[in-house]
């Protein structure tokens, strides 16, 4: 009977500390409930305290994984390393050749006396935001009116042209890409000096609708700005031609998803304005101005100066006539002689 008693207050004294924990557990999830801000900053407090455990702990698991992820990575950064150390020459060699050709082309524009291109001013600005409105996708820079940005302008990176600008604010500018549906620039296909326009479809890759049915297209050709309009400027670098579904589309080369930092170039050429005389081509053939032929169409004012010039004339006659009054004394002369 003693050990029948001696049992039953053991197990309850075993339960007792579960029944404490479980009330304490419904205290504290009740105090959490009613007073969340206490709890907040008490596991904040428990967290800066313990960050430098925390810290000292959290070192040596992630130099472990480091080093397991390490064995993974070995065959791919060695082959990685071969084909950069491939391109870097690679791009070597087209580096000096860009300097040879460069010279070159400075001395045959110093032989041919050829006109250098405008220089152009970029405004540096950073991508502060993308919508999808007023267009599909739209770029949102950082740099306005005030910073002399304005509509029709050049939008480029590192690589090469994004779009254009659409709309230009004080401090902030939309910028239409490349790709959208209401893109329209043209541009050069080299090599051949080719004319087309690039038209955006909402894809990823535009369109190429060429200006002629004899232009030929193939894959590899590089597409430029042409300039024509005067508002963008000439040669700015877009795309490659790749053929696509037996179409032929320009691989951009800027990604506009992750440009971050951009420029954008201010150019405008103005449209020529024709000279104010109309003799320009009667001049440029050496002959006279037009100018100096109104007065001999005037026959008043030469009429009236004939006779002045015709006065001077009088006096010098008379002289002439004199001579052939004095012939009476030789006459005279004569008859003495005789």
Do not use: C
Not at 41 to 51: S, V
Not at 168 to 178: E, F
Request: no cysteine.
């Amino acid at each position: 009977m003693a050990n029948v008693t001696w049992k039953i207050a053991r197990r309850g004294n075993a339960q007792l500390p579960l029944i404490i924990v479980t009330a304490l557990a419904l205290v504290l999830v009740l105090l959490g409930k009613a007073e969340p801000a206490l709890f907040d900053r008490a596991r904040m407090a428990m967290t800066d305290g313990m960050r430098p455990v925390l810290a000292a702990a959290h070192e040596p698991i992630v130099r472990f994984n480091r080093f397991v992820g390490s064995f993974d990575e070995l065959f791919t950064v060695y082959q990685e390393n071969l084909r950069l150390k491939d391109e870097n020459a690679r791009l070597r060699q087209w580096r000096n050749v860009a300097v040879v050709m460069q010279d070159r082309v400075n001395r045959y524009q110093a032989l041919l006396h050829a006109v250098p291109d405008p220089g152009l001013h970029s405004v540096l600005a950073r991508v502060i935001g993308r919508a999808n409105r007023p267009f599909l996708e739209t770029m949102i820079l950082g740099a306005g009116a005030s910073h002399d940005v304005k509509p029709g302008q050049a939008v480029v990176d590192a690589r090469g042209m994004i779009g254009r600008i659409y709309l230009a604010g004080n401090r902030t500018s939309w910028v239409i890409l490349l790709t959208d549906l209401n893109s329209r620039i043209p541009v050069t296909i080299a090599p051949g000096n080719r004319q087309a326009i690039l038209v955006g479809d909402n894809t990823p890759m535009p369109s190429l609708d060429t200006l002629s049915q004899i232009v030929t297209l193939k894959a590899g050709d590089q597409v430029v700005s042409s300039g024509d309009g005067g508002l963008l400027p000439p040669g700015l670098p877009i795309g490659t031609v790749v053929e696509q579904g037996g179409r032929y589309r320009v691989a951009l080369l800027a990604d506009a998803g992750s440009s971050e930092d951009v420029e954008v170039l201010a150019f405008r050429q103005p449209p020529e304005q024709p000279p104010a005389t109309p003799e320009l081509p009667a001049v440029a053939a050496g002959l006279p101005p037009a100018t100096a032929a109104p007065p001999a169409a005037q026959p008043g004012p030469q009429t009236a100066q004939a006779p002045a010039q015709s006065k001077p004339v009088t006096p010098v006659q008379k002289p002439a006539a004199a001579p052939a009054q004095p012939t009476s004394p030789p006459a005279d002369d004569a008859d003495d002689e005789r």
